[in-house]
Nanobody
Framework: VQLVESGGGLVQAGGSLRLSCAAS????????MGWYRQAPGKQRELVAT???????NYADSVKGRFTIARDNAMNTVYLQMNSLKPEDTAVYYC???????????????WGQGTQVTVSS
């Protein structure tokens, strides 16, 4: 299972970015897809997740500013980030959990990460 992220970059505070993550084409289903982030010197933390049924979960720090969405048919997840703050600066990682492909079920796959930098 491969997860390919795109959309990171440098933006000024108050600006917006949209992250995308596409999973390998040979996947039959993914229960949960989401985004996590890791700032320098800090542990990786949850940003947002969405299940195949559409249930979402957000970190308190991003509620009202970030929106997660997914396309089940394309095994793709998006993160729309608005009103960005310098404290949102981190490497953002895509995650896919409970993945079913032709080889069976697998847990907890990660993308390579994409840098988001918010300048003040």
């Amino acid at each position: 299972v491969q997860l390919v992220e795109s959309g990171g970059g440098l933006v000024q505070a108050g600006g917006s970015l949209r992250l995308s993550c596409a999973a390998s084409a040979s996947i039959f289903s993914i229960y949960s897809m989401g985004w996590y982030r890791q700032a320098p010197g800090k542990q990786r933390e949850l940003v947002a997740t969405v299940t195949s049924g559409g249930s979402t979960n957000y970190a308190d720090s991003v509620k009202g500013r970030f929106t997660i969405a997914r396309d089940n048919a394309m095994n793709t997840v998006y993160l729309q980030m608005n009103s960005l703050k310098p404290e949102d600066t981190a490497v953002y990682y895509c995650n896919a959990d409970r993945v079913r492909d032709r080889e069976g079920w697998g847990l907890n796959y990660w993308g390579q990460g994409t840098q988001v930098t918010v300048s003040s």
